[in-house]
Nanobody, 121 residues
Framework: VQLQAFGGGLVQAGGSLKLSCAASGRTFNNYAMAWFRRAPGKEREFVAVISRGADTRYYGDSVKGRFTISRDNAKNTVYLQMDSLKPEDTAVYYC???????????????WGQGTQVTVSS
């Protein structure tokens, strides 16, 4: 049972990046999926969540209108498309799996290892 996130990297401000998170070990479409991030010196922050059937999506205020979460249940994968990136988006991004499309960390019982996103100014 694991989540593996990848797709991070270095990008210039204003650019785009797409993260992926592959899940294994549990029935993927039974779970909501989310992305959180932790910037240097800060607490982990909610980014986005998507329900099992992709009919419900929520975004953190700081990324609303710039990031898009999606999922492919046939591939057991959740994505985070990040556009109009800003230096303050620099963080380690974590995917998480849980029972409900909420924005609190305690909703999610399985976490990936994180992938670094760095946005240069």
């Amino acid at each position: 049972v694991q989540l593996q996130a990848f797709g991070g990297g270095l990008v210039q401000a204003g650019g785009s990046l797409k993260l992926s998170c592959a899940a294994s070990g549990r029935t993927f479409n039974n779970y909501a999926m989310a992305w959180f991030r932790r910037a240097p010196g800060k607490e982990r922050e909610f980014v986005a969540v998507i329900s099992r059937g992709a009919d419900t999506r929520y975004y953190g205020d700081s990324v609303k209108g710039r990031f898009t979460i999606s999922r492919d249940n046939a591939k057991n994968t959740v994505y985070l498309q990040m556009d109009s990136l800003k230096p303050e988006d620099t963080a380690v991004y974590y995917c998480a799996q849980g029972r409900a499309p909420r924005w609190t960390e305690d909703t999610f019982d399985l976490w990936g290892q994180g992938t670094q996103v760095t946005v240069s100014s």
